[in-house]
Nanobody
Framework: VQLQASGGGLVQAGDSLRLSCAAAGRTFNKNAMGWFRQAPGKEREFVASITWVSNRPYYTDSVKGRFAISRDYAKATVYLEMNNLEPEDTAVYYC???????????????????????WGQGTLVTVSS
């Protein structure tokens, strides 16, 4: 299974970017796909995820209202539309996919990195002030 992320770049504060991540290779049971990011000197953090069948999105608080995650079921691709970017959004963004089922009573299962078992290479997003 390969996750191919693209769309990163250098932008100014207030600009927009759209990240894409396509899943390729052997067929696997996608329960969710998502995006995590790691800023210099910081730990990797959750950004957004979406459940594959029910199409339910999750966001970290700092991106709510600015970022939108979506998925194309037929293309096995997840997108992250990032608007009104801020310098604090500067990071390497990683695409991830999970074939693991969400445990009952764990509504935020797909907001944790440990829940994802496939990872793509990162794509760098740099936001200048």
């Amino acid at each position: 299974v390969q996750l191919q992320a693209s769309g990163g770049g250098l932008v100014q504060a207030g600009d927009s970017l759209r990240l894409s991540c396509a899943a390729a290779g052997r067929t696997f049971n996608k329960n969710a796909m998502g995006w995590f990011r790691q800023a210099p000197g910081k730990e990797r953090e959750f950004v957004a995820s979406i459940t594959w069948v029910s199409n339910r999105p999750y966001y970290t608080d700092s991106v709510k209202g600015r970022f939108a995650i979506s998925r194309d079921y037929a293309k096995a691709t997840v997108y992250l539309e990032m608007n009104n970017l801020e310098p604090e959004d500067t990071a390497v963004y990683y695409c991830a996919a999970s074939s693991r089922g969400r445990p009952l009573n764990d509504d935020y299962y797909y907001t944790r990195s440990a829940s994802f078992n496939y990872w793509g290479q990162g794509t760098l997003v740099t936001v200048s002030s």
